[in-house]
């Protein structure tokens, strides 16, 4: 990690969860960090997540779809952890010209400022294992087809490529890290757009039923967010990364129904129930999910290491203290 001292690093979607908790990291390894946000209230931009870094580091309130605002701050950057996305799998649906543009469109006129203004730079492209749809076999590696199930996905894919392409025909250093579901202080919580862990915290907190959608037992896989930001700068840190495709995961594999059961016994008193699955989710639901990450494991050196049971119980005390900041969309 004394790769990133006295480094200047660009992170796309800082102020979020994960980029916040990849700020953080950096900050402490001495980088000079840059962060880029939109602060758009749905896409879970929150200035209280860098709070305790304020002061060391840069901030820049603009959108990464305005070509103009990233050509000029790409320029001198040694790295771009590039995490800004629409990350709604409905919202997608919804509004599929807003997810093109911002996962995709977005995504290439980023690459474009890089090979014209600064071919030099590193870039770590924050994926996602949506894209793979529903398996045909767990865990799911990265040879598995690739189907998308919703717009989300397809924009995702795209984003993903753009980066592989011009790491391949260019030569500017780019990978990919294909995220399963990143939980801890800091997500989102107000609503389910970013991950349904979220919600699940604030019912959890709020003293309400968490609702567990179908018979509850749905496989997946959770990566603590420190566990992310160890992968994401890795990636950044090893060339060996270039041109490739990394899944994260766990080896802790979990139904969503015993997941609910470790979570309310973090409050007393909580409970949770099984309600059907609302239709539009349902259509896009990926049913068992849990990775394989092997090839990251082998090449790069990453494992998770905190256990679902220590994440849960650090991210429920963070909201019981922090959940002011956190509850409304833009707070």
Known sequence: ??????????????????????????????????????????????????????????VNVCDVRDPYAMAYLVRGKDYLFNLAGQTSHLDSMSDPQTDLDINASAQLSILESCRKANPAIKLVFASTRQLYGKPDYLPVDEGHPVRPVDVNGINKLA????????????????????????????????DARQTFLGIWVRLLIEGKPIKVFGDGLQLRDFNYVDDCVDALLLAGAHDAANGKVFNLGSREVINLKDLAVMMTA?????????????????????????SDYTL??????WKPRVALAEGLARTVAYYHEHWPHYWEAGA
């Open 1 to 58: 990690m004394t790769n990133y001292l006295n480094r200047e690093v660009l992170i796309t979607g800082g102020l979020g969860f994960i980029g916040s908790a990849l700020a953080r990291r950096l900050v402490g390894l001495g980088a000079n960090v840059t962060l880029v946000d939109s602060l758009i209230p749905q896409y879970g931009g929150n200035l209280f997540n860098i709070a305790d870094i304020a002061d060391r580091v840069t």
């Open 159 to 190: 984003g993903e490529w753009y980066h592989l392409l011009y790491n391949n025909v260019y030569g500017i250093r780019a990978c990919a890290l294909r995220l399963t579901n990143t939980y801890g202080p800091g997500m989102r919580v107000c």
């Open 266 to 290: 973090l409050a007393d008193g909580s409970t949770f129930e099984l309600v059907p699955f609302p239709a539009d989710r349902k259509a896009i639901d990926i049913g068992d999910y849990y």
């Open 296 to 301: 990251i494991e082998r090449e790069l050196g």
